[in-house]
């Protein structure tokens, strides 16, 4: 079975500053998407940016990139240049690549971790 | 011209009574879940539905039981609640052939058991 795991309950950062998440998953699949969810005190759950495990660059979305290490089963978030409103739960979650069978299309999420952005 | 749409957004009630939480969705997916989000924010999936057949059940009690009209709407019914049900629901969908985009989300369901 696919697991998800991050290890950060929470993390702080200054406003402007740079802060990295960091997620681990374990699969023996190699066809899989990875995905960044920001959920804010309003909970409402915000798809913040995704990779595609055969795509080798980094995904990257303006302040927001991934560190993509598919050997090491990583895949931690960089968010650049903090602001007040990226205080949010962050969650990493995996998705099997093929569809069919008893995982169909089913998103595994990691515990989440909480950021707050310190003014 | 919300995408996923979740009635009610707060559910309180108490032990033993029935109640639904109604779920649709504009975006012509085909695919529609439940999620149960804890106290500690753990989400895990309870169910998935594409074009209206049962495709997912996460060893769910069967006090929890879904209903798929059409493939916009997916409800979910709770009989008999307990205090351990007490958590926020969400309703997402995504389309089978697009894997890539991840989920949308409603804006989900807080269910309070008292």
């Known amino acids: 079975a696919q697991t998800v795991t991050q290890s950060q309950p929470e993390m702080s950062v200054q406003e402007a500053e740079t802060v990295t998440l960091s997620c681990t998953y374990d699969?023996?699949?190699?066809?899989?998407?990875l995905f960044w969810y920001k959920q804010p005190p309003s909970r409402q759950m915000i798809l913040v940016i995704r990779q595609e495990a055969y795509k080798q660059q980094n995904a990257t979305e303006n302040r927001f990139s991934v560190n993509f290490q598919k050997a090491a089963k990583s895949f931690s978030l960089k968010i650049s240049d903090s602001q007040l409103g990226d205080a949010a739960m962050y969650f990493c979650a995996y998705r099997i690549g093929y569809a069919g069978g008893t995982s169909y299309g089913k998103l595994t999420f990691g515990q989440g971790t909480i950021l707050t952005v310190h003014p | 011209d919300t995408a996923v749409s979740q009635t009610p957004k707060y559910l309180v009630t108490q032990m033993g009574n029935d109640k639904s939480i109604k779920c649709e969705q504009n975006l012509g997916h085909d695919t529609m879940y439940w999620y149960k989000q804890d106290s500690k924010k753990f989400l895990k999936i309870m169910f998935s539905?594409?074009?209206?057949?049962?495709?997912i059940n996460e060893t769910v009690p069967n006090r929890f039981s879904p209903k798929s009209p059409d493939k916009a709407h997916l409800n979910l019914h709770i009989n008999s609640l307990e205090l351990g049900d007490s958590a926020v629901y969400f309703c997402?969908?995504?389309?089978?052939?697009?894997?890539?985009?991840?989920?949308?989300f409603g804006s989900g369901t807080r269910l309070t058991v008292v």
């Open positions: 699969t023996s699949e190699s066809d899989y998407y």
């Open positions: 997402a969908s995504s389309q089978s052939d697009r894997r890539w985009d991840g989920y949308t």
């Open positions: 539905y594409n074009n209206k057949e049962l495709i």
